[in-house]
């Protein structure tokens, strides 16, 4: 029954080491975000796509790109993560802006570089 | 200023009481507004969402929104232990282009036995 899925569940890297998060949905939902969270923080958006639309905020580091090649399937690719990056990596998803908004969360991959 | 501000706490409350939290907006055009609860290392889990002025309730958890005053509030009536994890507020501005989900940095909600 699991709705939002991400891949990996946990993830260890080097430093510098090009990684990618994916998340996938069932929902069908054409809105679908990237959150970062750090320990005792809130979770930051890095950006969202309303279908194939990409919509960046202003503050994510250029090393952070995403992909979503279809309404299912999201990716975020890390070009050169430093020390700085690790944290958890959220993917939520919400039905379109006539909708009420509300995001579903997959479980996260926590992501930890070395 | 931060577009959505909560407290941090922690909020330590008995069990069987009411727990009070509290949520401040900054953009006036924000349309939708929900809570979120965060277990320790897990995700969040939406438990309420109100779309306009007044009260929303359900079961143990009553959601109140005050667009004028730019603010919303949680209230759980007799807390529970299971209750204890941090509970964001997440404001939506919706619009075009899926509108733009923005949390605050949680208040963290201790129950005690």
């Known amino acids: 029954d699991a709705m939002v899925i991400q891949n990996p569940r946990y993830q260890v890297t080097q430093f510098g080491k090009p990684v990618t998060l994916s998340c996938s949905q069932t929902?069908?939902?054409?809105?679908m975000y990237w959150y970062q969270q750090k320990s005792s923080q809130a979770p930051k958006l890095l950006f969202h796509?309303?279908?194939?639309?990409?919509?960046n905020e202003a503050d994510t580091p250029d090393n952070f790109q995403s992909r979503r090649p279809n309404t299912s399937f999201c990716f975020l690719d890390i070009r050169s993560p430093g020390l700085g990056d690790t944290a958890m990596y959220l993917c939520?998803?919400?039905?379109?802006?006539?909708?009420?908004?509300?995001?579903?969360f997959g479980q996260g991959t926590r992501l930890t570089v070395v | 200023q931060k577009e959505v501000e909560q407290n941090s706490g922690p909020l330590s409350v008995p069990e069987g009481a009411i727990a009070s939290l509290n949520c401040t907006y900054s953009d006036r055009v924000s349309q939708s507004f929900f809570w979120y609860r965060q277990y320790s290392g897990k995700s969040p889990e939406l438990i309420m969402s109100i779309y306009s002025n007044g009260d929303k309730e359900d079961g143990r958890f009553t959601a109140q929104l005050n667009k004028a005053s730019q603010y919303v509030s949680l209230l759980i009536r007799d807390s529970q232990p299971s209750d204890s994890a941090t509970y964001l507020c997440a404001v939506n501005r919706g619009g075009n282009q899926g509108g733009k989900l923005i949390f605050g940095q949680g208040t963290e909600l201790s129950v005690k036995p």
């Open positions: 796509y309303y279908d194939k639309d990409f919509n």
């Open positions: 939520a998803t919400s039905r379109d802006p006539g909708g009420p908004g509300e995001a579903f």
């Open positions: 929902l069908n939902h054409n809105v």
